[in-house]
DNA sequence: CTAAGCGCTGGAGTCCACTCCAGCGCAACT
DNA sequence: AGTTGCGCTGGAGTGGACTCCAGCGCTTAG
């Protein structure tokens, strides 16, 4: 057969083998198989599996909403409801991914105008940017720039 | 002048008027001033640096790695440094968003699947893909795909 | 047969980033 | 003047997601 230990598995998505074994005791990985002797085997069918949760993992769904998605059943009744769960996952995803290239941006803003005050040989002063942690009279007045109402997240 | 209350910057930015006063206490914003009262005041440029770090906590900089940045001055002899530092940052972000979008065609697979399976009524079999989490009992020589019962025993 | 390893389990410990008080002072309506 | 309320501080508490044992059992190489 071509199942698995849990070492390979390890290697094979990057998730330490105490992950993976905590993954399974939290319910996340139902179909780790044994043998014998009280081993991990991972089928094919498990490391797919493993490989999913990883995915849900790493965009950010909670381990109990996993486990929730876990838990229905495999059952035809319930296809429709596991795809409207992830549909609405995936949503979640495509906006942090928006989220993330604004903050980006942000930051590109933010190199480049370190970039010219560098060229320039100048200390931010009239545009701040940061701060010096001495004391600092105030500074005259400065517009406000645009901003997108966002929610705290993530 | 326009500066504003630790309200007003909570509604402006979305964080909570506790992590405002504890992100100053940890020292990721030195540019607060307070009025005699002993309240704090944000200037529009304190509003802005809010914001930067807001963006670079979104996108995963850890909070020391915040303070590191916000404690080296604005000096000139800092302002290549800084923006190296970004730039580093920006291109984890970018590459951030790249794993994100990976894992995201991961999940939507899924939900094709899933509407597939849906659709033709199928509980699925073959391709496995989720659990049978009952007792693990003796299955002698339980292979691969061997779909024991994956129906749920809620 | 013995020893070295890997794996197993249950449980404790850690880290991070907040979040929640308690107790107090200023502020400002009425 | 009173009372209602926001804000301040220092410190304790929380939640999430692992990570790290200790102690034991197969398995396998010598």
């Known amino acids: 057969m071509d199942a698995v230990g849990i070492r390979k598995v390890s ?3 990057g998730l330490s083998i105490d ?22 085997r991972y089928s094919p069918a498990a490391v797919r599996f493993v490989r999913l949760v990883q995915a849900l993992r790493r965009t950010g769904m909670p381990v109990q909403d ?3 998605f876990v838990r229905m059943g ?3 009744e319930w296809h429709g409801r596991r795809a409207a ?6 949503e979640a995803i495509e906006r942090h ?8 941006t942000v930051v590109r803003d933010k190199i480049a105008h370190h970039r010219e005050l560098a060229e320039r040989g ?3 002063e009239d ?8 004391s600092r009279a105030k500074s005259p007045d400065d517009s406000e720039a645009g901003g997108t109402g966002d929610t705290t997240e993530e």
Chains 1, 2 share one sequence.
Request: hydrophobic content about 40%; some cysteine.
């Open 97 to 104: 991914i928006a989220q993330l290239q604004r903050d980006l």
């Open 66 to 68: 996993v486990r929730a």
């Open 127 to 134: 545009e701040i940017d940061l701060a010096e942690h001495g």
């Open 19 to 40: 992950t993976l074994r905590w993954y399974e005791r939290e319910g996340l990985l139902p179909l780790v198989e044994r043998e014998p002797g009280g081993r991990r």
């Open 74 to 76: 495999s059952g035809v």
């Open 85 to 90: 769960l992830l549909e609405e996952h995936a």
């Open 11 to 13: 290697e094979l998505t």
């Open 122 to 124: 100048l200390d931010c």
